[in-house]
């Protein structure tokens, strides 16, 4: 247990590094006009891709097959 705390704990420390990375990167590419449109974008349609992947892995785990249904998650996401 304690090797998942540390694990999940070092995927949030560096996750957290995106909410002011990404507009920083965005910035490397698009003037200061253009930039305000593309991050607007790029947070508003987050939590709508969290709403479609959730549903996604709901309608993947009823799957009922002989192997358990949280291997197809790994199988399909690979894809």
């Not at 490397?28 to 891709?49: C, H, K, N, T």
């Not at 709403?51 to 996604?56: D, I, P, Q, W």
Request: positive net charge.
């Amino acid at each position: 247990m304690a090797s998942l705390v540390a694990c999940r704990s070092l995927l949030g420390i560096f996750e957290a590094g995106f909410g002011a990375g990404a507009p920083y990167f965005l910035s490397l590419f698009y003037q200061r006009r253009e930039l305000g449109l593309r991050v607007s974008v790029l947070l508003g349609i987050s939590p709508l891709a969290n709403c479609f992947a959730s549903a996604l892995a709901y309608g993947i785990t009823h799957i009922h097959t002989s192997w358990g249904a949280w291997r197809y998650l790994f199988i399909i996401g690979k894809q």
